[in-house]
């Protein structure tokens, strides 16, 4: 069982920066792969970016170059570097873990979101 609370959201100008971080609980945290998903007003929830237990990184092509997923074993701590913010980022920002990235999308443990808003 894994536990995840996420942190680090609010209200900035595009162009700004923000850093989201996930905290998890439960055992072999490095074991798993973590990821970001975001969902919009209205919208399905979206792949972001992953990390798997090897450090290997995957973004979608619409953050790919602006955002940065890294992760802490020591810590169990996941975080998302995000830089460039557009409007279009405004969204919950939910963090996911599975046991392999192969399954990221269907992952079976999700933390709460926390919200992310950019204005114009």
């Known amino acids: 069982q894994v536990q995840l609370v996420e942190s680090g959201g609010g209200l900035v100008q595009a162009g700004g920066s923000l850093r989201l971080s996930c905290a998890a609980s439960?055992?072999?945290?490095?074991?798993?792969?973590m990821g970001w998903f975001r969902q919009a007003p209205g919208k399905e929830r979206d792949f972001v970016a992953a990390?798997?237990?090897?450090?290997?990184?995957y973004y979608s092509n619409s953050v790919k170059g602006r955002f940065t997923i890294s992760r802490d074993n020591v810590k169990n701590m996941v975080y998302l570097q995000m830089n460039s913010l557009e409007p279009d980022d405004t969204a919950i920002y939910y963090c996911?873990?599975?046991?392999?990235?192969?399954?990221?999308?269907?992952?079976?443990?999700w933390g709460q979101g926390t919200q992310v808003t950019v204005s114009s």
């Open positions: 996911a873990a599975a046991t392999s990235i192969a399954t990221i999308t269907t992952a079976p443990y």
């Open positions: 439960g055992r072999s945290f490095a074991a798993y792969a």
């Open positions: 990390i798997s237990s090897g450090r290997t990184t």
